[in-house]
């Protein structure tokens, strides 16, 4: 019996509501983007060459078009109060951090000062040859499902690294 088989190289999209994260897990990217999804222009890859203390990262690579999303992924916590997103980042770029519960407001932070938040989003030079941590407070809601983004300034390059995502 013959099998065909079709394979497509395209970026991951996860299907449906699919929980990315949760804080029972640390996210090293080992295997791939992990449900990540990039913007308009940015390309994300699986990098073992460099990580922060995994074995790997995520690499986000381009110019966002004017929308400004490099990478945006659904990050799920056990609990609705008290909650912060640690993770590594290196690299490179005009970026800003956003937060929100599924259908809320955004929750915008610095760069320079990722545990306060900001009334609007402000894009700001980052850059690092080594791993920094940071941690972001998450916005206090009724649903343990939050929506990340790392945003970039439109037509501006940036390369970036990610790696031990968690929440706590």
């Given at each position: 019996?013959?099998?065909?088989?079709?394979?497509v190289y395209?970026?991951?999209?996860?299907?449906g509501?699919?929980s990315?994260?949760?804080s029972s897990?640390?996210l090293?990217f080992?295997?791939?983007?992990?449900g990540?999804?990039?913007?308009r222009?940015?390309v994300?890859?699986?990098?073992?060459t460099?990580s922060?203390e995994?074995?790997?990262?995520?690499?986000i690579e381009?110019v966002?078009d004017?929308?400004?999303v490099?990478?945006s992924?659904?990050?799920?916590?056990?609990s609705n109060?008290?909650r912060e997103?640690?993770?590594?980042?290196?690299?490179?770029g005009i970026i800003?951090?956003?937060?929100r519960?599924?259908g809320?407001?955004?929750?915008?932070h610095?760069?320079v000062?990722?545990?306060?938040?900001?009334?609007?989003s402000?894009?700001e030079?980052?850059?690092?040859?080594?791993f920094k941590?940071?941690?972001?407070?998450?916005p206090?809601?009724?649903?343990r499902q939050m929506?990340f983004?790392?945003?970039?300034?439109?037509?501006v390059?940036l390369k970036?690294w990610?790696d031990k995502?968690?929440?706590?």
């Amino acid at each position: 019996l013959p099998v065909m088989l079709k394979l497509v190289y395209a970026p991951f999209v996860p299907s449906g509501n699919d929980s990315l994260l949760s804080s029972s897990r640390l996210l090293g990217f080992e295997t791939g983007t992990e449900g990540f999804t990039a913007g308009r222009g940015m390309v994300l890859s699986f990098d073992s060459t460099v990580s922060a203390e995994c074995r790997s990262s995520l690499r986000i690579e381009g110019v966002a078009d004017e929308t400004g999303v490099a990478v945006s992924g659904n990050i799920y916590s056990d609990s609705n109060e008290n909650r912060e997103l640690h993770l590594s980042i290196r690299g490179s770029g005009i970026i800003s951090f956003r937060i929100r519960a599924i259908g809320g407001q955004w929750q915008n932070h610095s760069v320079v000062d990722p545990e306060s938040s900001l009334t609007k989003s402000e894009y700001e030079p980052f850059s690092s040859a080594d791993f920094k941590e940071m941690t972001l407070r998450l916005p206090a809601s009724g649903t343990r499902q939050m929506e990340f983004e790392i945003r970039t300034k439109g037509n501006v390059p940036l390369k970036l690294w990610l790696d031990k995502i968690s929440v706590e």
